[in-house]
């Protein structure tokens, strides 16, 4: 059948230099049922100073619209990390969407009318080293004080993990939030690990990861000691 270039809504492009994945026409046929085919581009994914909550603005009356697109944002992480806060934010008001919800997913459509042809690119090299990078916002969440986390992966020059996602509990100090963030890496590595051991391929060790936070650094020293 020959190589694929195209594959559940995943465009695939190659070259010597490498592998490039997109969503271009999974972005194009989103817009086209949102009717934002001619709507002026974002340049961000939600704008600056936006504040949402459970309960302020009117309900939508239908609910299943908001519901569709964050469920075809959801896929479309699949190649687009810079979406990754926006759609998990707006997730969280799936059960009772209200009409500022409705406009800032509107807001993500519009960005990404700007920037169809973004994606991902895995160039070819033989560095296999695996690097991590996290970190934490303390408290960020406005409905329940919780902090939100998120890192990404890189083996060699190639993203190929990210995640943001809020804490299941609150965190008392920017310490903790930081440290149960390098927690989730770390969780997140050790399965790296384990699927690059099943696919033979051969990495460097141990891995890297990399925090800002000086007392959670100095926290998971402590604990290793």
């Keep these: 059948m020959g190589l694929a270039r195209y594959f559940l809504g995943i465009e695939i492009g190659r070259s010597n230099s490498g592998i490039f994945l997109n969503q271009r026409k999974y972005i194009l046929d989103i817009l086209v049922v949102a009717g934002l085919t001619t709507a002026k581009p974002a ?30 944002l959801l896929y479309l992480n699949l190649t687009r990390p810079d979406l990754s806060y926006a759609v998990q934010h707006l997730s969280q008001f799936l ?18 009318k700007g920037i169809v042809n973004k994606g991902l690119f895995y160039p070819t090299y033989k560095n ?18 919780r902090s939100l986390i998120g890192y990404c992966v890189f083996l060699g020059n190639s993203l190929i993990s990210w995640k943001t996602k809020k804490q299941s509990t609150v965190s008392k100090s920017t310490t903790e939030a930081e440290y149960r963030s390098m927690s989730a890496t770390t969780s997140e590595l050790k399965w ?3 699927i690059l051991h099943d696919l033979q391929v051969p990495v ?3 891995f890297t990861m990399f925090c800002d936070n000086k007392a959670a650094l100095h926290s998971r020293k402590s604990s290793v000691s």
């Design 43 to 72: 340049k961000f994914p939600l704008p600056g100073g936006l504040k949402l909550s459970t309960k302020s603005g009117q309900l939508l009356s239908n609910p299943e619209s908001y519901r569709r697109i964050i469920g075809r």
């Design 95 to 112: 059960q009772a969407p209200r009409e500022p919800h409705y406009q800032a997913a509107l807001h993500i459509l519009r960005y990404l």
């Design 128 to 145: 296999l080293q695996v690097a991590a990078y996290c970190d934490a916002n303390w408290g960020s969440c406005r409905m329940s004080a």
């Design 192 to 194: 790296i690990s384990y």
């Design 204 to 206: 460097q060790l141990p």
